[in-house]
């Protein structure tokens, strides 16, 4: 079953800050984020495995909330180039397949 | 930085023909993986692979679909019989021993006609 992430699409001014969230149902091992520009491959930002390990990357952080099996992703101080969507991919061991939610697009505007 | 790369970009062909999508995953790399995007849709898995088997695949990856490293650097998704809801962009990523990230490639836009 596919992780749900929300928002699906969020705008926001430079240097606003947004959060977006990616709940499973089932127990996960992994929460991978990714961001992807029209048209290009998508790109790996980080992951987090279980034990609620905040990671960042840049002005992009995330978190891993175990018991809710949710992960948090925060756009702070965002720049024009966080523009793109956002997916978070989920597996139940080390190294399965990811299991992609449907994306939160986000644009950011000057 | 190394780096996932797929050939070609783009491959139009017909119903019922056969392709064959090419990968060259991150030289150390041992898993490899390929997934697909059908346009404005989310990324799906499709089949995993490791020492030389298939370690996992989707419903989707049904008997149509084949996927072979033919010698030590590529790594092959073949269509035997394209149909056109094959249309999709194909990704191929890799994955090092050890890690957890998997690296996308560019992907191969798929458009069959």
């Known amino acids: 079953q596919q992780p749900v992430q929300s928002p699906q699409a969020v705008i926001l001014r430079e240097g606003e800050d947004a959060v977006i969230n990616c709940s499973s149902s089932k127990a996960l091992y992994s929460v991978h984020w990714y961001r992807q520009k029209h048209g290009e491959a998508p790109v790996f930002l980080m992951i987090?495995?279980?034990?609620?390990e905040q990671k960042g990357h840049e002005k992009i952080s995330a978190s891993f909330n175990e018991k809710k099996q949710q992960s948090s992703l925060y756009l702070t101080a965002s720049q024009l180039s966080y523009s793109g969507t956002y997916f978070c991919g989920t597996n139940k061991a080390a190294g399965n397949k990811l299991t992609f939610g449907g994306g939160t697009r986000v644009l950011v505007k000057p | 930085e190394p780096e996932v790369t797929q050939t070609p970009s783009h491959q139009v062909t017909q119903m019922g023909q056969e392709v064959i999508l090419r990968c060259v995953p991150i030289s150390n790399h041992l898993y490899f993986y390929w997934y697909r995007q059908i346009l404005g849709q989310k990324v799906e898995f499709l089949v995993s692979?490791?020492?030389?088997?298939?370690?996992?695949k989707s419903e989707i990856f049904d008997d149509q679909f084949s996927v072979e490293r033919p010698d030590g650097s590529n790594f092959t998704l073949k269509i035997r019989s394209t149909k056109l809801e094959d249309s999709a962009m194909y990704f191929c990523?890799?994955?090092?021993?050890?890690?957890?990230?998997?690296?996308f490639g560019p992907g191969t836009r798929l458009t069959v006609t």
């Open positions: 987090l495995l279980k034990g609620g």
């Open positions: 990523a890799s994955r090092g021993e050890g890690a957890y990230e998997q690296y």
């Open positions: 692979f490791y020492n030389n088997e298939i370690s996992e």
